[in-house]
């Protein structure tokens, strides 16, 4: 069964870093171009970051630019994402996404975890 | 807000047909085909259309999706209970190096 399962969620305090985890399996990881999703409490999908098949490519949207890093370990089917200087307005469920195509020949997001849910409160 | 706009709701009784748009710009929907998803309430959200129109395996044919120009519709004919859901428009953007969401629209079936 194709799936991907994150983890590393949690309650951190405004300017502290949590990192996620995304395990896949089902599939050929280290053939898929990944994301990371988030939604807030109400709010709807707001894309994160990319990352390519390799790993040698990776863009962010201009809200977490600077602050996080996305990485991937191919040889342990394994996405991560550091938030660092962590904000309340970055409290949101946060998912893993698998691409379909390619950033060239964009499909969607075909294959989603479950979500993790970040809470950054005092 | 989001660069790509949705209406923020919609409505239908069961059976009719609904349609929901997408408006963005030359950047993203003008110029990479969009994909459309179904948000069930506590479940991640589900790709339902995929390059304008292409619905992939198990998706119903009463979801279809178009594009014209700027703008794109998701349909849904013959509307069910088990309908009503969030739906959101998303397009890869150029200009951002990343795809973009629309605002999502909450589907009542009446």
């Known amino acids: 069964e194709v799936q991907l399962v994150e983890s590393g969620g949690g309650l951190v305090q405004p300017g502290g870093s949590l990192r996620l985890s995304c395990i896949a399996s089902g599939f050929t990881f280290s053939s898929y171009e990944m994301n990371w999703v988030r939604q807030a409490p109400g709010k709807g999908l707001e894309w994160v970051s990319y990352?390519?098949?390799?790993?040698?490519?990776?863009y962010y949207a201009e809200s977490v630019e600077g602050r996080f890093t996305i990485s991937r370990d191919n040889a342990k089917n394994s996405l991560h994402l550091q938030m660092n200087s962590l904000r309340a307005e970055d409290t949101a469920l946060y998912y893993c996404?698998?691409?379909?195509?390619?950033?060239?020949?964009?499909?969607?997001?075909?294959?989603w975890g479950q979500g993790t849910p970040v809470t950054v409160s005092s | 807000q989001s660069v790509v706009a949705q209406p923020p709701s919609a409505s239908g009784t069961p059976g009719q047909t609904v349609t929901i748009s997408c408006s963005g710009s030359s950047s993203n929907i003008g110029s990479n085909p969009v994909n459309w998803y179904q948000g069930l309430p506590g479940t991640a959200p589900k790709l339902l259309i995929y390059s304008n129109t292409q619905r992939p395996s198990g998706v119903p044919a009463r979801f279809s999706g178009s594009r014209s120009g700027t703008s794109a519709s998701l349909a849904i004919s013959g509307l069910q209970s088990e309908d009503e859901a969030e739906y959101y428009c998303e397009v890869w953007d150029g200009s951002l190096n990343g795809p973009v969401f629309g605002g999502g629209t909450k589907l009542t079936v009446l």
């Open positions: 996404a698998r691409v379909w195509g390619s950033r060239s020949y964009y499909y969607g997001l075909d294959v």
């Open positions: 990352i390519s098949s390799s790993g040698g490519t990776r």
